[in-house]
Nanobody, 120 residues
């Protein structure tokens, strides 16, 4: 059974830092792109950052220079280091992975989300 398990969310003051982690498990053959998306109350889910298996990254303009995405292919894990957090970064953060299983099935898989709240 495929799983994406996120961790690292929480409450932080403006200007603070958090590091999110997302570990994929199950009958995975390969993971192509992994990424983070977020959804604030009353808003649509939006891209935060993505990273390919080769390490190419893509960021939303709103987080460039403050967030860094990375991944450990051996552990099927993606990270999001967030610094200089702002109240507008408050959202439910979702991990995403586009992967292929050992049965050669492709999935665009989502985690359950981890809450990030930036408030004084």
């Amino acid at each position: 059974q495929l799983q994406l398990v996120e961790s690292g969310g929480g409450l932080v003051q403006p200007g603070g830092s958090l590091r999110l982690s997302c570990a994929a498990s199950g009958s995975i053959f390969s993971i192509y792109t992994m990424g983070w998306y977020r959804q604030a109350p009353g808003k649509q889910r939006e891209l935060v950052a993505t990273i390919t298996s080769g390490g190419s990254t893509n960021y939303a303009d709103s987080v460039k220079g403050r967030f860094t995405i990375s991944r450990d292919n051996a552990k099927n894990t993606v990270y999001l280091q967030m610094v200089s957090l702002k109240p507008e970064d408050t959202a439910l953060y979702y991990c995403n992975a586009y992967l292929v299983t050992v049965a050669a099935e492709e999935y665009d898989y989502w985690g359950q989300g981890t809450q990030v709240t930036v408030s004084s």
